[in-house]
């Protein structure tokens, strides 16, 4: 596996090393040790977990069809209906928002022919 991480020995920042879009991985985990300059020297270690943010899934309606019949001389402002969609996309982050979760909607209308 190819290190995607690096460390600054000087100041502790892990860094990225590489792309990550080359896996699918939503999770790293590496050891990381910390030596003092004593003699002997003294050292103490701790895990470090990346997880990794990835826009795996497509927002999904639900339902996938909406419709709702409002009269003509209804209030200009007047919410007629709501829709829904949800994306599976990990949604938190303690670095960053997650555009790979947040939905935005737009609305395109285009005219039936009536029956
Ligand atoms: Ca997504």
Same mark, same amino acid.
């Given at each position: 596996m190819p290190s995607y991480?690096? *460390? $600054? &020995? $000087?100041n502790g920042r892990i860094n990225v090393r590489a792309s990550l879009t080359a896996e699918i991985r939503? &999770?790293?985990q590496g050891r990381i040790v910390a030596y003092d300059g004593g003699s002997p020297p003294r050292s103490a270690t701790a895990i470090a977990t990346i997880n990794i943010l990835r826009n795996l899934n497509s927002p999904v309606f639900s339902p996938s069809n909406y419709e709702e019949t409002? *009269?003509?001389t209804m209030q200009v402002g007047t919410s007629i209906l709501r829709v829904t969609a949800s994306d599976a996309d990990r949604s938190v982050s303690t670095v960053h928002s997650n555009e $790979?979760? $947040?939905v935005i909607y737009f609305l395109n209308f285009f005219l039936m022919k009536r029956l």
């Open positions: 991480f690096t *460390l $600054n &020995s $000087n939503d &999770s790293y409002i *009269l003509e $790979n979760h $947040n």
